[in-house]
């Protein structure tokens, strides 16, 4: 949507609902109502729209959208699907936590993971921490300071091969 589409396009509620799983159990982001195409040559002003918890925090006060917002929802979402708990939720929880450090032991990130995750081996609850780290790093404040969603893919298959 945002690399492979020109012009980019942004879905805007990237969120629970808002995504699918096919037979495979592969993941679809559906629901393409709210989506806008950003163009370039303009400010890409908009009103308000998406999921309470998953909106990046900078469109309550710039309303500006663009692609860092989407890759705040993906980050909020994957933190949803690991921890169990609701997007407000695992944000306050880690906000107080200092788990999320960059040095921070597998054993306190597996702690706080869906009790239906409980069971993982060693390598997965690995790749597991990697898959938290990178969804954090989406919640940077500044949406300029946070990856894009070729560096997330990138991210992402770096930590699948390295635990392989």
């Not at 921890?83 to 054993?107: C, E, R, Y």
Request: proline letters at 3%; glycine letters at 4%; hydrophobic letters at 40%.
């Amino acid at each position: 949507m945002h690399d492979d589409c020109s012009p980019s396009i942004v879905h805007r509620d990237i969120s629970s609902k808002n995504v699918v799983l096919d037979l495979e159990y592969v993941a679809h982001v559906s629901d393409f109502g709210t989506a806008k195409f950003l163009n370039l040559d303009s400010s890409n002003w908009t009103a308000f729209v998406g999921t309470f918890g998953y909106t990046a925090p900078e469109l309550a006060y710039t309303m500006e959208v663009n692609e860092r917002c989407d890759v705040y929802s993906f980050g909020v979402l994957t933190l949803e699907i690991l921890f169990g708990k609701h997007p407000g939720d695992i944000v306050s929880t880690l906000l107080q936590s200092s788990t999320v450090g960059l040095t921070s032991d597998a054993m306190s990130l597996t702690a706080m993971l869906d009790q239906h995750l409980a069971f993982l081996t060693n390598d997965i609850a690995k790749e597991v921490v990697s898959i938290i780290r990178i969804a954090w790093h989406c919640l940077t404040e500044s949406p300029h300071s946070r990856p894009t969603m070729a560096q997330i893919c990138k991210e992402i298959a770096i930590s699948k091969s390295s635990s392989s």
